[in-house]
């Protein structure tokens, strides 16, 4: 169940993430470590979040 939840996550997130990867190379250059560094950060963190959280409704249901 844990694995449906994250990939489901997964699947939410990866094309924004993907997406601003892509502007922050192309449209508005960003220096490499924040590049590198933040959004896959923050994609990490929010998986890990959306996982827990939708784990969470279906076990409080």
């Known amino acids: 169940m844990k694995e449906k939840k994250i990939s489901e ?12 990867l892509l502007l922050s190379v192309t449209i508005t250059p960003m220096p490499v470590g ?3 560094l933040l959004p896959p950060t923050g994609a990490v963190l929010l998986i ?14």
């Open 9 to 20: 996550s997964v699947s939410s997130v990866l094309p924004i993430t993907i997406i601003v």
């Open 34 to 36: 924040t590049m590198v």
């Open 48 to 61: 890990i979040g959306m996982a827990l959280f939708s784990l969470g409704t279906d076990v409080s249901t």
